[in-house]
């Protein structure tokens, strides 16, 4: 694990969501109000608002609610906007939530039991489908080179290690959060900025859980409200790839990525970043390496 013990939660943990929202629509104010009206007392609630066009936060500046605010930035991508969120925000618990979810009464509870243990790094819920409600995801997982992440579907009756956490709805206590350096800022806009944050937080040695005790719904959209390329999503994953795996496995990895839209300008992108320099940085710091990680979740390539 890094350097220093980690810390246990404080009794009755203050809360903070960090809401990353761009062109949400009313989605953004429903999922707002839902978190109001779940979260314990004291919890807060930041919206980082990454270029919206459409109006959405307005919400929350033409009548200022309690616990609610709103910071609006452009350009900013989910990794960055995540950051910044939880580097103005107060509480022991930091909460990274998508603008599109509905929470039920004490959602948070089994998370923060989980995150009571001080190897676990980050926990999270069960997802199910706002407009599927027969279909549940306990976590997700890396089934292929070409890293593109697959929900867990099946059913669980108690909590569980899992190799990637859903990103819509993830607790960390907030020492957790510094100590392991925060959200990859290189990582362009969305897409993959979930699977290399948890990878590498198994790396460094923490736990990654899901509870089956609490299910959150989530709006999966079948298009963005905002422009995403081939480029961002391949690049993204050639980083996770380049920074983590082994030679032989970011071989397959690429060989598998070749294929896809972007290739060649993603390529050329991740190799202006500090892919080399990051790779030894963390490197020094990690104390599992991809063979651990690929055994312990069963995952063969």
């Not at 980050?122 to 706002?130: E, K, Q």
């Not at 709805?169 to 290189?186: L, P, Q, V």
Request: glycine residues 8%; proline residues 6%; hydrophobic residues 40%.
């Amino acid at each position: 694990m890094t350097k220093g013990k980690p810390n246990r939660l404080p009794p009755n943990p203050h809360i903070s969501v960090v809401v990353t929202s761009r062109n949400e629509g009313k989605r953004l104010r429903a999922t707002v109000e839902n978190l109001q009206d779940t979260l314990p007392a004291k919890g807060e609630i930041l919206v980082v608002d990454d270029g919206s066009t459409d109006g959405s936060t307005r919400f929350i500046t033409r009548r200022p609610r309690r616990g609610v605010k709103v910071h609006r930035k452009k350009g900013l991508g989910v990794a960055r906007a995540r950051n910044w969120g939880a580097s103005h925000t107060r509480g022991d618990v930091v909460v990274f939530a998508d603008a599109h979810i509905v929470l039920k009464p004490g959602w948070w509870k089994p998370l923060l039991e989980l995150l009571e243990n001080p190897r676990v790094g980050a926990s999270a819920p069960g997802i199910d489908d706002l407009r599927h409600k027969n279909w549940l995801g306990f976590g997700l997982t890396l089934p292929s080179p070409n890293l593109a992440a697959k929900w867990m579907d099946w059913t669980i009756e108690d909590p569980r290690p899992v190799a990637v956490l859903p990103g819509c709805c993830m607790a960390m206590r907030r020492e957790t959060f510094e100590a392991t350096g925060g959200m990859d800022e290189s990582l362009l806009v969305s897409g993959g900025v979930d699977n290399e944050f948890c990878v590498r937080l198994w790396l460094l040695g923490y736990e990654l859980w899901i509870s089956p005790d609490t299910v959150v719904s989530h709006h999966f959209r079948r298009r963005s409200p905002y422009p995403i390329s081939w480029t961002e999503a391949v690049h993204n994953r050639l980083r996770l790839a380049l920074i983590h795996l082994s030679p032989k496995r970011t071989g397959k990895a690429v060989r598998a990525l070749s294929d896809l839209k972007g290739f060649d300008e993603a390529v050329a992108r991740v190799l202006e970043g500090n892919v080399s320099e990051r790779r030894a940085q963390l490197s020094s710091q990690k104390v599992r390496g991809d063979d651990w990680f690929f055994e312990k979740f069963g995952i063969h390539w």
